[in-house]
């Protein structure tokens, strides 16, 4: 008989809800979390949310200062540059032994993805398109079949999308250098080219990490000088 999967406590569907509202930018990066609006908005009492919102602490999603409140996390070029050199760890090692283990599931997650992902840009969603971005992404890590990769994964990968959906949304990155990127992906998959495919995700990655830096760099530019 096929075993029956425990139900998610209360706090866990609470992070689940919260996690998601970072990642696709409801709430945004830096900004004051207000336990009691989160537990208004999703019609439960504090305590779930405050446990939630000590788990997505330790996954680096929010910060909590005593006396001062909760705030969503602010990233610093170290913290992103060691969040990208992980996921690429990761990534690279899970997508060869999901090509050896279980290709057609790997195959069919990443297709579905990008069914999604042209969808949400065609309706101009950058919510839906970062979503179907980390299902993506997922597919390579569940594929592997490494459950504990995949509660690492699961655990760390919180910050990187968010930081993504904000670069995409608040800085206007480029979706379709993103799109090419996963399309790529995907045809090295196809072809079984295990080497093809951990290279596109490293460079894919690293476009986070540029993106924020290039981010950064505009954002301390003295404004320039009308031309008289």
Same mark, same amino acid.
């Given at each position: 008989?096929?075993?029956?999967?425990?139900?998610?406590?209360?706090?866990?569907?609470?992070?689940?809800?919260?996690?998601?509202?970072?990642?696709?930018?409801?709430? $945004?990066? !830096? &900004?004051? %979390?207000?336990?009691?609006?989160?537990? +208004?908005?999703?019609?439960?009492?504090? &305590?779930?949310?405050?446990?939630?919102?000590?788990?997505?602490?330790?996954?680096?999603? #929010?910060?909590?200062?005593?006396?001062?409140?909760?705030?969503?996390?602010?990233?610093?070029?170290?913290?992103?540059?060691?969040?990208?050199?992980?996921?690429?760890?990761?990534?690279?090692?899970?997508?060869?032994?999901?090509?050896?283990?279980?290709?057609?599931?790997?195959?069919? =997650?990443?297709?579905? /993805?990008?069914?999604?992902?042209?969808?949400?840009?065609?309706?101009?969603?950058?919510?839906?398109?970062?979503?179907? +971005?980390?299902?993506?992404?997922?597919?390579?890590?569940?594929?592997?079949?490494?459950?504990?990769?995949?509660? #690492?994964? !699961? &655990?760390?990968?919180?910050?990187?999308?968010?930081?993504?959906?904000?670069?995409?949304?608040?800085?206007?990155?480029?979706?379709?250098?993103?799109?090419? $990127?996963?399309?790529?992906?995907?045809?090295?998959?196809? /072809? =079984? +080219?295990?080497?093809? !495919?951990?290279?596109?995700?490293?460079?894919?990655?690293?476009?986070? /990490? +540029?993106?924020?830096?290039?981010?950064?760099? &505009?954002?301390?530019?003295?404004? $320039?000088?009308? %031309?008289?």
């Amino acid at each position: 008989m096929k075993p029956i999967s425990p139900p998610q406590s209360l706090m866990e569907l609470t992070a689940d809800r919260i996690r998601e509202a970072i990642i696709v930018g409801e709430l $945004q990066l !830096g &900004s004051k %979390v207000s336990e009691q609006r989160l537990a +208004d908005a999703l019609s439960i009492s504090r &305590s779930p949310v405050r446990e939630a919102l000590a788990l997505l602490q330790i996954e680096g999603l #929010v910060r909590i200062f005593p006396k001062r409140g909760t705030f969503v996390f602010t990233p610093d070029e170290k913290t992103v540059l060691d969040l990208c050199d992980h996921r690429v760890c990761l990534e690279s090692a899970c997508l060869q032994m999901a090509l050896d283990r279980a290709p057609d599931t790997l195959l069919g =997650g990443m297709r579905q /993805a990008m069914e999604d992902m042209h969808k949400a840009i065609r309706a101009k969603d950058a919510a839906a398109y970062a979503l179907a +971005d980390m299902r993506f992404h997922r597919a390579i890590v569940t594929s592997s079949g490494n459950l504990s990769m995949a509660r #690492v994964y !699961g &655990s760390t990968i919180g910050p990187l999308m968010a930081l993504r959906t904000h670069l995409f949304t608040e800085m206007h990155a480029d979706n379709q250098i993103s799109m090419d $990127q996963h399309a790529a992906l995907l045809a090295a998959c196809e /072809a =079984g +080219d295990i080497q093809q !495919g951990q290279a596109i995700i490293e460079r894919h990655v690293r476009m986070l /990490a +540029d993106h924020y830096r290039r981010s950064r760099e &505009s954002a301390v530019q003295p404004p $320039q000088s009308p %031309v008289t």
